[in-house]
């Protein structure tokens, strides 16, 4: 069998065996044995009428339904994040005036602060400084006090001195005016 | 740091309002209504069709009238005119429609 | 129908009777077209009941199937007729699933050794199928036109700018082609099933013949089979092609009836 052959009988379909049902079909097309149309367009007609049926009844309103929803949903669900994102604008805002308004406070209270420890500070030191006076002073005083002490205590010294210097000289004792008018003397000479 | 959060919050606040405005923007365009007619066989299909029934009708309706009146053949030759040129009217329709039909894109198809 | 008997390609067309029925003198016999449509009816029906069970706001799988499906035809019934057009959406969306359904099951392999008559039938390969669907499209349209204009729905044969001379002439062509539409629409759903099925069957016929040959040609009848699988690829965008072109000239011609005026 070349394959020629092959192919001719099967472009051929009238030379393939016909299996069965080879009675009251004739050639042509099936399509065109009117004698089936009444049957076809029945079962057409029923078929066909159920499924518009199930659709008008149960599937298309749902189906719809659902789809509405969503559709309505999902704009409820954008105009939510659009609050939400006005709600966040807004508390930002907030956040940002609050805390220019403790930054300023802030700033307030540190110069209150610096005010009163330099209020404080110049206090302590008047007072320090009075008190350094008063030291001052009375030290001041102690020294002058030492001082004419010590002035005093060195004139007698002088005194004694020149007692002794002149007793030994000249075998007599000086009186005391005579001792002091020499001393003075001395003393203003100086 | 209380600064360093306030900078980080205005960019993704930015972010959000972009997703935002891209989500809603993906939904309104989504209508869009297109009319395509699939491969040149099946526009070669369509139209031949076309021509076909206008003709077939045409044969029908004159091949009736002659049945009726007996007009024998001027009956028939007028029905071939006349569904000859509905036929061409069809094809023409459908070239146009197949053409036309997305106003925007409608050179997509060709 | 790519059953491995050798049968010839038009025999898949055949109908057969299965049970005797008839109304009067009418025969109204359950044959296996009838069968097909019945089944193309319930796995429809079943499909976009179970689809719908749940009604969840976030579908599952076969929600989403039957929420493209709704959406696909809602925007074909909007985009070729506008918002009047949706009170027809249910008979289109019918309309659709009922052709889609019927071709895509022609499409599934006859389980071998079926008894007769039981072998995978397309009913939209039958002319009078077809032929039945778009004579309803169109009497919708010739009923609603007449409904929705009254007289004025004869516009549509006598377009507007014609010379009044030619308008007898025009207005017979109009008639013919308005015609013609069932005709055309029926036409070319049952010559694609048609088309289709019989490629398949002369492939697989091939297939048939080139094993019989033996070892010297059996290893050709590769081709043949690779022919069917892409001739299958093929017939399933067909057969979503045709429910589709149905569908949507279905809607063009609804236009006319609603905007009857606008010619």
Not at chain 2, 12 to 31: H, Q, T, V
Not at chain 2, 84 to 92: H, S, Y
Not at chain 3, 187 to 198: D, E, Q, S
Request: hydrophobic share 55%; proline share 5%.
């Amino acid at each position: 069998m070349s394959l020629v052959a092959i192919l001719v009988s099967a472009a051929a379909p009238a030379a393939a065996p016909v299996v069965e049902g080879a009675g009251e079909a004739g050639p042509g097309l099936p399509q065109m044995d009117a004698s089936t149309y009444p049957s076809q367009l029945f079962w057409l007609a029923v078929t066909f009428g159920f499924l518009y049926w199930i659709m008008t009844s149960f599937v298309l309103p749902r189906l719809g339904g659902v789809i509405e929803e969503r559709r309505d949903r999902i704009a409820d669900d954008f105009d939510q994040a659009a609050e939400f994102k006005r709600k966040a604008e807004e508390a930002e805002a907030a956040y940002e005036a609050a805390l220019a308004d403790a930054k300023a406070r802030a700033r307030a209270i540190a110069a209150e602060t610096r005010e009163s420890l330099n209020e404080e500070l110049a206090e302590l030191q008047r007072e320090a400084d009075a008190r350094v006076a008063a030291s001052l002073a009375a030290a001041e005083a102690r020294i002058a006090a030492m001082k004419e002490d010590a002035a005093a205590k060195v004139r007698e010294a002088a005194a004694e001195v020149t007692r002794a210097v002149v007793e030994a000289l000249i075998d007599e004792t000086p009186t005391p005016e005579a001792v002091d008018s020499a001393l003075n003397g001395v003393a203003k000479a100086a | 740091m209380a600064d360093d959060a306030g900078k980080q919050q205005p960019p993704s606040l930015d972010e959000f309002s972009k997703r935002l405005a891209a989500a809603r923007g993906g939904d309104a365009n989504a209508k869009e209504p297109r009319a395509k007619d699939g491969s040149g066989m099946g526009r070669a299909f369509r139209l031949s069709s076309e021509l076909l029934a206008g003709l077939i009708v045409g044969v029908l309706l004159g091949w009736g009238l002659d049945r009726l009146a007996g007009t024998s053949p001027w009956g028939l030759l007028a029905g071939i005119f006349l569904g000859f040129a509905a036929g061409v009217l069809n094809v023409a329709r459908a070239m146009k429609a197949t053409g036309n039909a997305p106003p925007a894109d409608g050179r997509n198809d060709d | 129908m790519i059953g491995l008997n050798a049968a010839g390609p038009m025999e898949q067309f055949e109908i057969v009777p299965l049970v005797p029925l008839s109304l009067g003198t009418i025969d109204i016999s359950l044959t296996n077209s009838a069968l097909w449509m019945i089944i193309a009816v319930a796995v429809s029906a079943a499909f976009f009941l179970a689809a719908i069970r749940r009604r969840a706001l976030v579908p599952g799988p076969l929600q989403s199937t039957a929420e493209v499906a709704y959406e696909f035809v809602a925007d074909m019934v909007r985009g070729a007729i506008g918002q009047e057009g949706m009170k027809f959406f249910p008979y289109v969306f019918t309309l659709f699933i009922f052709i889609l359904t019927a071709n895509l099951l022609g499409l599934f392999p006859t389980i071998p050794g079926a008894p007769h008559g039981l072998h995978t039938f397309t009913t939209t390969s039958h002319i009078i199928v077809t032929f039945a669907l778009a004579i309803l499209s169109i009497s919708i349209v010739i009923v609603y036109g007449f409904y929705k204009n009254g007289l004025g729905f004869l516009k549509l044969f006598a377009p507007s700018g014609v010379p009044i001379w030619l308008l007898p002439l025009i207005v017979l062509i109009e008639f013919v082609s308005f015609l013609s539409r069932p005709l055309s629409l029926s036409i070319r759903l049952f010559a694609n099933m048609l088309a289709g099925h019989v490629i398949l069957k002369v492939f697989a016929t091939f297939i048939v013949m080139l094993f019989g040959a033996g070892a010297t040609f059996g290893w050709l009848s590769i081709f043949p089979f690779l022919g069917i699988v892409a001739v299958t690829l093929l017939e399933l965008l067909v057969a979503f092609l045709q429910a589709y072109v149905f569908a949507i000239l279905t809607c063009i011609y609804l236009n006319d009836a609603v905007h009857a005026g606008h010619h």
